[in-house]
């Protein structure tokens, strides 16, 4: 644990008032949550759920409830890779029901490619995930798709 953090829990116990009367314990701001801009179908009701596991995860959304084809198209994803809603954060493109935990991770090591991609809507996955598929999990891959159309697994969902 860092130490500002130990600082700022103590200060209650130890009858401060406030730790941000120590000028040398508070820092900048955190980051801002990343925010990640969705094009989705207006009457979906997954990409709305997929919106709210992404928000329950940290992110920030910023949604456009007028189809996501033409965004797809542009950002480079392939037809074969759809689904029912796409996303940008952080320059990459994320394509279908990804979980926030890859694109976490595909923000912290910053690899070379258009993005992610979870082909379909499979259930399950985040989004895909509700009381109406009664616990069902149909296991799936996140691609990792290339610039050139090609795709990698990048993690596998069992």
């Not at 941000?20 to 989705?40: C, D, G, Q, R, Y």
């Not at 985040?126 to 798709?145: E, T």
């Amino acid at each position: 644990m860092q130490r500002r953090t130990l600082l700022l829990r103590a200060a209650p116990m130890l009858g401060l008032a406030s730790a941000t009367a120590w000028p040398w314990a508070v820092s900048a701001a955190p980051a801002a949550a990343p925010t990640i801009e969705v094009w989705k179908d207006p009457n979906c009701g997954c990409c709305e759920d997929w919106v709210k596991h992404l928000e329950a995860h940290g992110f920030t959304t910023r949604v456009h409830a007028d189809g996501n084809a033409a965004v797809r198209a542009r950002l480079g994803v392939p037809e074969r890779m759809g689904g029912c809603h796409t996303g940008v954060v952080g320059g990459y493109a994320v394509e279908g029901h990804v979980p926030a935990r890859e694109i976490q991770r595909l923000l912290r090591e910053k690899p070379k490619a258009v993005g992610l991609a979870v082909p379909g809507m499979p259930i399950g996955s985040p989004g895909m995930d509700g009381p109406a598929y009664g616990g069902r999990r149909d296991p799936y891959d996140v691609l990792l798709v290339q610039a050139d159309g090609r795709a990698s697994v990048y993690q596998r969902y069992r």
